[in-house]
């Protein structure tokens, strides 16, 4: 049984930093490209940001390109998110997803598993 599971979200203020952790189970995790999505209330779910299996390519949405960065260890079946100079607009629930890959690429969409999410809170 394949999971996700986020951990360090919290509460931040504006301009702060947090690190994102997404460790995942039951799959053979370098086989998969790995994603980080949120949902702020009343919208719907976005990308952030996606690595490729290796970890050699990475993407990001505009919003938070220069300020996040991704990363992997497939020696410990982790995937993380750095953040750094948060804003409010960034409060939202943080989703990482696994995607089956069979090259080296990343995918900002076609996702097969989800985590439950983290929340992150940035106060003006």
């Known amino acids: 049984q394949v999971q996700l599971v986020e951990s360090g979200g919290g509460l931040v203020q504006a301009g702060g930093s947090l690190r994102l952790s997404c460790a995942a189970s039951g799959l053979i995790f370098s086989n998969y490209a790995m994603g980080w999505f949120r949902q702020a209330p009343g919208k719907e779910r976005e990308f952030v940001a996606a690595?490729?299996?290796?970890?050699?390519?990475?993407g990001y949405a505009e919003s938070v390109k220069g300020r996040f960065t991704i990363s992997r260890d497939n020696a410990k079946n982790t995937v993380y998110l750095q953040q750094a100079s948060l804003k409010p607009e960034d409060t939202a629930v943080y989703y990482c997803?696994?995607?089956?890959?069979?090259?080296?690429?990343?995918?900002?969409?076609?996702?097969?598993?989800w985590g439950q999410g983290t929340q992150v809170t940035v106060s003006s």
């Open positions: 997803a696994a995607r089956r890959a069979y090259s080296g690429r990343y995918f900002t969409d076609g996702y097969d598993y």
């Open positions: 690595i490729s299996r290796g970890g050699m390519i990475t």
